[in-house]
C-alpha cells in the first residue's frame, strides 16, 4: 500500500534559519507529490506539488524537489518567519492523475521563534 | 468563492448519541472527500465520491459511519452510535476530479467532535 513517512515534530527554528522537513514515501505507483500546510485552528492548504520524478514545486520560498530515486519529497526554505510557525504535512496521490484520495504523513509541527 | 463549508464547526455530545457532519463542496467541483484527523492516527481518508457516487469507502471505521451524497452541493457525514474514540477533526474536502489533472484538492475548516 502507500504510506509517507515524515519528520516527527515538534522543530523548533530561530527566525531567517534554514528549514528541512524530511518526507519520503512507498506507493504502488507513480505518485503525485504534494505539501500542505494547515494553521492554528484552519483547514490544510495546498503548500506545493510535483507530479514527476526531477519536477521542483515551489510557493511562498518553500522548495521541494520530487526524487524518484531515493523516493523522497523534502521540504526547504532558506529562511524562515514567524509566520512560517504551521503544521505541515507531506501527501501523495497515486498514479492516474483521477480524483482519488491522499494518503498523509503524520504531519510536522514547525515552531518560529522571533 | 467561499470554499469549502463545513457545519458545525464544534460538536459535543455523548456516548450513545447520533451525529451528523455537513459539507459543502466548492462549486463546480465533482469530487469530494472526507478525512478524519486524530493525535493517533494523523489524517486518513475516510471516504471519497465523485460525481456524487461513493468511490472508495475502505476508510470508513465501522459500520457505525456512513457518508451519503444526495447532490453535487451536499454530503454528510453521520456516526451513530457515536463512542469516545471518535472524537477528531474531521475535514472535508473538494476538487475537480479530471483525469490526468492535478485535481487540487480544497479542504474545508473542519469540525472537531467530542464524544463524551
Known amino acids: 500500500g502507500n504510506s509517507v513517512t515524515q519528520m516527527e515534530g515538534p522543530v523548533t527554528l530561530s527566525e531567517e534559519a534554514f528549514l528541512t522537513i524530511n518526507c519520503t514515501y512507498t506507493?504502488?505507483?507513480?505518485?503525485?507529490l504534494f505539501w500542505y500546510v494547515q494553521y492554528p485552528g484552519e483547514g490544510l492548504q495546498l503548500l506545493l506539488k510535483?507530479?514527476?520524478?526531477?519536477d521542483k514545486g515551489s510557493n511562498k520560498g518553500f522548495e521541494a524537489t520530487y526524487r524518484k530515486e531515493t523516493t523522497s519529497f523534502h521540504l526547504e526554505k532558506g529562511s524562515v518567519q514567524v509566520s512560517d510557525s504551521a503544521v505541515y504535512f507531506c501527501?501523495?496521490?497515486?498514479?492516474?492523475?483521477?480524483?482519488?484520495?491522499?494518503?498523509f504523513g503524520k504531519g510536522t509541527h514547525l515552531i518560529i521563534q522571533p | 468563492d467561499a470554499g469549502v463549508i463545513q457545519s458545525p464547526r464544534h460538536e459535543v455530545t455523548e456516548m450513545g448519541q447520533e451525529v451528523t457532519l455537513r459539507c459543502k463542496p466548492i462549486?463546480?467541483?465533482?469530487?469530494l472527500f472526507w478525512y478524519r484527523q486524530t493525535m493517533m492516527r494523523g489524517l486518513e481518508l475516510l471516504i471519497y465520491?465523485?460525481?456524487?457516487?461513493?468511490?472508495?469507502d475502505s476508510g470508513m471505521p465501522e459500520d457505525r459511519f456512513s457518508a451519503k451524497m444526495p447532490n453535487a452541493s451536499f454530503s454528510t457525514l453521520k456516526i451513530q452510535p457515536s463512542e469516545p474514540r471518535d472524537s477528531a477533526v474531521y475535514f472535508c474536502?473538494?476538487?475537480?476530479?479530471?483525469?490526468?489533472?492535478?485535481?487540487?484538492?480544497?479542504f474545508g475548516p473542519g469540525t472537531r467532535l467530542t464524544v463524551l
Open positions: 501527501a501523495l496521490r497515486d498514479s492516474g492523475g483521477g480524483a482519488d484520495g491522499l494518503t
Open positions: 510535483a507530479t514527476k520524478a526531477d
Open positions: 506507493a504502488t505507483g507513480y505518485p503525485s
Open positions: 465520491f465523485n460525481n456524487n457516487v461513493p468511490i472508495d
Open positions: 474536502a473538494s476538487s475537480l476530479g479530471l483525469a490526468g489533472g492535478m485535481n487540487e484538492q480544497f
Open positions: 462549486s463546480g467541483h465533482n469530487s
